[in-house]
Nanobody
């Protein structure tokens, strides 16, 4: 069964940190580009970060650059998003995505709420 399962979301105070995980199964994880998207209430989904299949290159949205770090462990079929210096505007549903050739896999998402 092709699947992505996110975990690690929750409620955190401004300035705090969270680490999201995305566990993959049912497909050859190591050849897929992995990305984290987020959707804030009332807004369109946006790309937060991406990492190439071998982890050699990463890209970030300007809004998270310097605060978020995307990584992957191909031996564990898992991608991560380390988030630091969190702001209230980082609140939203975070979903991971795996993409290769014409294949596109999405997780169900995990809620991140940044509030005091």
């Amino acid at each position: 069964q092709v699947q992505l399962v996110e975990s690690g979301g929750g409620l955190v105070q401004p300035g705090g940190s969270l680490r999201l995980s995305c566990a993959a199964s049912g497909f050859p994880f190591s050849i897929y580009v992995m990305s984290w998207y987020r959707q804030a209430p009332g807004k369109e989904r946006e790309l937060a970060a991406s990492i190439t299949s071998n982890g050699g290159a990463t890209t970030y949205a300007d809004s998270v650059k310097g605060r978020f770090t995307i990584s992957r462990d191909n031996a564990k079929n898992t991608a991560y998003l380390q988030m630091t210096s969190l702001k209230p505007e980082d609140t939203g549903v975070y979903s991971c995505n795996a993409r290769a050739f014409l294949n596109d896999v999405w997780g169900q998402g995990t809620q991140v709420t940044v509030s005091s």
